[in-house]
């Protein structure tokens, strides 16, 4: 599976952004999906998962009710919308496909990742 991430880009506080992860490779269907995002000097965090159907989804609870991740299996594609941004969620954006079905939270349970969009809030 190959992933790729687009959709960051410099957006002022409050305001929202899309962000998409292509995949290629005949598994996305069955592969759980999620979203990390690593901010300059900090380690990198868990944002947002969904389940292989799309029926199930965790967030974090940073960005719990501003996300939203959601999927389309026809499309081979992943999307996290995101609104009311803080300066906080600066950061780059990383798309993973996990080979589990369920949700998952930890980036180990991940086997492939995208090559990170890079998200500016400014103040």
């Known amino acids: 599976v190959q992933l790729q991430a687009f959709g960051g880009g410099l957006v002022q506080a409050g305001g929202s952004l899309r962000l998409s992860c292509a995949a290629s490779?005949?598994?996305?269907?069955?592969?759980?999906m999620g979203w990390f995002r690593q901010a300059p000097g900090k380690e990198r965090e868990f944002v947002a998962a969904?389940?292989?159907?799309?029926?199930?989804?965790y967030y974090a609870d940073s960005v719990k009710g501003r996300f939203t991740i959601s999927r389309d299996n026809a499309k081979n594609t992943v999307y996290l919308q995101m609104n009311s941004l803080k300066p906080e969620d600066a950061a780059v954006y990383y798309c993973?496909?996990?080979?589990?079905?369920?949700?998952?939270?930890?980036?180990?349970?991940?086997?492939?990742w995208g090559q990170g969009t890079l998200v500016t809030v400014s103040s």
């Open positions: 969904i389940n292989w159907r799309g029926s199930s989804t």
């Open positions: 490779g005949r598994t996305f269907s069955s592969r759980a």
């Open positions: 993973a496909a996990s080979w589990m079905y369920d949700t998952q939270t930890t980036a180990a349970t991940y086997d492939y």
